[in-house]
C-alpha cells in the first residue's frame, strides 16, 4: 500500500501523489473499499482508485539510481522502426508498447520514432501524426518520472539524457 504523499506511476496517467486514502461504503450491504486520491502532477484533477486495482498499473515512481542507470543503458536500446502504412496497425504497434508503462519500452518507442524521423527527413519527408503523438506521449511519461526521479524540471530532462549519454561517450 501506498502513503500519502508518495509520488507513484499510475497507467497512462504518469506521475501522480497520493493525497489521501479513503474508505468508501457504496451501499449498505458492502463492507467499506479503501481508495487511494491520486492528484496527477503533469495534468489537473484527481483521481480515485481502489487500492486493490488491477486494471491499471500502479507502481513506485523510480528511484535517483534507477533513472540514472535507464540514462546510461539508452544507447543499448534498440529501435526498431515501424512502417506499417496501416495507420491502425501502427496505433496498435505503439499501443501495444505504451500500455507495458516500462521505461525501456518507453524509451524504445521514442528512439524508434526518432530513427524513423530521421530517415524521413533524409527523404525530405515528414513521420505521420500518429508516430507524432506516440513520441509525445513516450516522452510525456518518461520525462515526468525522470524529472521525479532526478529531482529536476520536466523541462530539463532532454537536456540531462543528452549531457549524460555525451560524458559517457566522452570517457
Avoid: W
Avoid at 483521481?47 to 500502479?58: E, L, Y
Amino acid at each position: 500500500m501506498f502513503s500519502i504523499g508518495e509520488k507513484i506511476m499510475y497507467g497512462g496517467t504518469g506521475v501522480c501523489v497520493v493525497e489521501e486514502i479513503t474508505s468508501v461504503k457504496l451501499s449498505a450491504m458492502e463492507k467499506p473499499r479503501d481508495y487511494y486520491v491520486l492528484k496527477p502532477l503533469y495534468q489537473s484533477g484527481t483521481i480515485q482508485i481502489p487500492v486493490d486495482n488491477i486494471k491499471v498499473p500502479i507502481r513506485p515512481v523510480m528511484t535517483r539510481f534507477e533513472a540514472e542507470s535507464l540514462v546510461d543503458c539508452i544507447p543499448d536500446i534498440t529501435a526498431t522502426i515501424c512502417y506499417e502504412k496501416n495507420l491502425t496497425a501502427l496505433r496498435n504497434h505503439y499501443q501495444q508498447q505504451l500500455n507495458t508503462y516500462d521505461c525501456r519500452d518507453l524509451v524504445r518507442i521514442a528512439k524508434s520514432i526518432y530513427a524513423k524521423k530521421k530517415d524521413a527527413e533524409n527523404r525530405q519527408k515528414k513521420i505521420g501524426m500518429t508516430d507524432e503523438k506516440f513520441l509525445r506521449r513516450a516522452e510525456d511519461l518518461l520525462f515526468g518520472e525522470l524529472a521525479v526521479a532526478l529531482e529536476i524540471s520536466r523541462d530539463d530532462v532532454r537536456g540531462y539524457i543528452s549531457d549524460r549519454l555525451q560524458t559517457a561517450a566522452a570517457e
